[in-house]
Each structure stands twice: as C-alpha cells, then as structure tokens.
C-alpha cells in the first residue's frame, strides 16, 4: 500500500498564481484532512472532510478551496496565492473506528514569491 | 469543539535523561489518545497511543499516561538518545465517527 501520496514535493509560485496540490490515499479512510505548517510551528487544520462529497472549514481556511468527490482524492486550491501562504502543506487521512490513527502524507513545501 | 493544550512547546534534556511532554484536552467525550513524533522534512508518524479505559501504556523507551478525571495525558521518554531529538504532537478524538485534533507540538533538543 502506497499509504497517503501528496504531489508535489516543492513548487514556488508567484504572487496571484494558483494551484492545486494533490492528496491520495488507498486506504479506504473516510476522514481526509489538509493541515499547513509554518517553521517552527504546530499543524494547523485547512479542511477536513468526512467523507466524498462532505467538507468542512478548519481553523484556517481562508484562501484554500477542498473538493472530496472520491474517498481517495482531497485535492486542495490556492487561489490567487500570497507570500502569507508560504509553508509545508500536510494531508492526512483517518479510518473512523476505535483506534483512528492518522497517516500523514510527505509534505509539499510552497514558496510564494 | 475539542481544544487539545501541549506543554512545553521547546524542552532541551542531556541525553540520557528522562523527558516529559504534557497535554491537556477539554472534551470528556474524547476516548483515544496518540502521540506523533515528527523528524525534520518528514510528516509526522504515530509512535504510540492509549485508550481511555487504560491508565498507562509502555513501548520500549517510551511510556504514555493518562488521567481522565484531570483530562491530560503525558509522554514520557527515558534513557533519550540523539534520535530522539524530533517535534512530538499530542492528539485527542472521540474515535468511531469524529476527527482527530492536534496539540502544537514540541519541538525536543537531546544535548550531548
């Protein structure tokens, strides 16, 4: 099992571009977050989703876009990217059960510039 | 919601020595309890938890316990080793049907 597959690795962009970063999972979990992580700080939650075709705002939503139309696939949107967004993109997913643990992708480091 | 609090957000120990990471979490409801240990450029990774019908849980090196009366739980690491200089997260969730929550992590320094 591949586990969770974010792409890309790295991307820079440049201020007003947008882009999509890409999460899969093949683990069949129904929880998928998207979490952002400035240097030196904790995980803090962009989206979360339930399920395909449920999403929620986190703690920090502003300036992202999730859609969830397969329990594989939580892609996550910039639009209109600022230097503000600059910093390590995490997805996660969870099983729902007793034990939900969580299994964090690689990570995308974007750079706006 | 649930609010999950960690403590401290830097520690610094000899190696050898013990270290001791604390949590606290507002939602009584909340029943599962893991901690995640994240090494640089990686995404974090589950290295152990507890359940709430369990007071303490040991792997190897690494000990969690559990007050569910105080509601906070801790992360004990003895005999440290340069390895083990790394950002811990602590989580909390009500398991089944509900989502995961994170504290802020703490960033560990194991001194030589």
């Known amino acids: 099992n591949a586990g969770v597959t974010q792409t890309p690795k790295f991307r820079i962009l440049k201020i007003g571009q947008s882009m999509t970063l890409q999460c899969t999972q093949d683990m069949n979990h129904n929880y998928m977050y998207w979490y952002r992580q400035d240097p030196g700080m904790g995980l803090k939650l962009i989206y979360y989703s339930v399920g395909a075709g449920i999403t929620d705002k986190g703690e920090v939503p502003n300036g992202y876009n999730v859609s969830r139309s397969t329990t594989e696939d939580f892609p996550l949107r910039l639009e209109l990217a600022a230097p503000s967004q600059t910093s390590v993109y995490f997805c996660?997913?969870?099983?729902?059960?007793?034990?939900?643990?969580?299994?964090f992708g690689q990570g995308t480091r974007l750079t706006v510039v | 919601g649930e609010n999950v609090e960690q403590h401290p957000s830097t520690l610094s120990v000899q190696e050898g020595d013990s270290a001791v990471i604390k949590c606290t979490y507002s939602?009584?409801?909340?029943?599962?309890f893991p901690w995640y240990k994240q090494e640089l450029g990686k995404g974090p990774q589950l290295i152990i938890d507890i359940r709430s019908n369990v007071g303490e849980k040991k792997d190897q090196r690494i000990a969690v316990t559990l007050n569910k009366t105080a509601k906070h739980f801790s992360l004990h690491i003895t005999e440290t080793q340069p390895e083990d200089s790394a950002v811990y997260f602590c989580a909390a969730s009500r398991g089944r049907d509900d989502k995961i929550i994170f504290g802020k992590g703490t960033r560990l320094h194991i001194l030589p």
């Open positions: 939602d009584s409801a909340s029943n599962y």
């Open positions: 996660a997913s969870t099983p729902t059960g007793l034990n939900p643990e969580a299994f």
